[in-house]
Nanobody
Framework: QVQLVESGGGLVQPGGSLRLSCAASGSIFSIYRMGWYRQAPGKQRELVALIFSGGNTNYANSVKGRFTISRDNAKNTVYLQMNSLLPEDTADYYC??????????WGQGTQVTVSS
């Protein structure tokens, strides 16, 4: 079993920055990708950013140039650096880990609120 624990959410003013962390623990054998998703009130969960085992990354168009996903393999931790935050970035942010055998694991989520 794999556990994912997110941290780093909070309240920030528009234009500010936050860094989210997601630490994976447990029976981690082979990670295919890790990623961040978000869900705003009344909306569907959407992809924010992915990082693959080889280091490639994908971003949603809405966050390109503002958010950066990175990973510390030694710590089994993935980060999401969020800059130039907008009110529309307000959401619960979830970490997801997908193994090479297509198992999916989700964290419990961390709330991000962008408001003045």
């Amino acid at each position: 079993q794999v556990q994912l624990v997110e941290s780093g959410g909070g309240l920030v003013q528009p234009g500010g920055s936050l860094r989210l962390s997601c630490a994976a623990s447990g029976s981690i054998f082979s990670i295919y990708r890790m990623g961040w998703y978000r869900q705003a009130p009344g909306k569907q969960r959407e992809l924010v950013a992915l990082i693959f085992s080889g280091g490639n990354t994908n971003y949603a168009n809405s966050v390109k140039g503002r958010f950066t996903i990175s990973r510390d393999n030694a710590k089994n931790t993935v980060y999401l650096q969020m800059n130039s935050l907008l009110p529309e970035d307000t959401a619960d942010y979830y970490c997801r880990l997908t193994t090479t055998t297509s198992y999916d694991y989700w964290g419990q989520g961390t709330q991000v609120t962008v408001s003045s």
